[in-house]
């Protein structure tokens, strides 16, 4: 059974930084198309960024320069480094997980996700 564990959300002042970790567990994350996604109140999810098998990597132009994915094969944990953070970018965060290669911004093409996690930044 496939499981995704989020954790490393909170609260943080803007130009602060934070870090979301995402354990898979019940698979060999190298096999796995990962991504984060983010919901804020009101609005839709929206890929915020996204890592292949390969480690080549895909970025939403709001948060390019500012949030990098990575991830840890002997650790089966997906990153997400977050700096410079802004009010706009308080959301509830999700890590998604596919086996297949599904087009990394749509919600639908992922199999497994992660409980969720609030980042909340403050002015």
């Known amino acids: 059974q496939v499981k995704l564990v989020q954790s490393g959300g909170g609260s943080v002042q803007a130009g602060g930084s934070r870090r979301l970790s995402c354990a898979v567990s019940?698979?060999?994350?190298?096999?796995?198309?990962m991504a984060w996604f983010r919901q804020a109140p009101g609005k839709e999810r929206e890929g915020v960024a996204a890592?292949?098998?390969?480690?080549?990597?895909s970025y939403a132009d709001s948060v390019k320069g500012r949030f990098t994915i990575s991830k840890d094969s002997a650790k089966n944990t997906l990153y997400l480094q977050m700096n410079n953070l802004k009010p706009e970018d308080s959301a509830m965060y999700y890590c998604?997980?596919?086996?297949?290669?599904?087009?990394?911004?749509?919600?639908?093409?992922?199999?497994?996700w992660g409980q969720g996690t609030q980042v909340t930044v403050s002015s």
């Open positions: 998604a997980a596919d086996p297949t290669r599904p087009r990394w911004t749509e919600e639908g093409e992922y199999k497994y």
């Open positions: 019940g698979y060999n994350l190298r096999y796995f198309n």
């Open positions: 890592i292949d098998r390969d480690g080549s990597t």
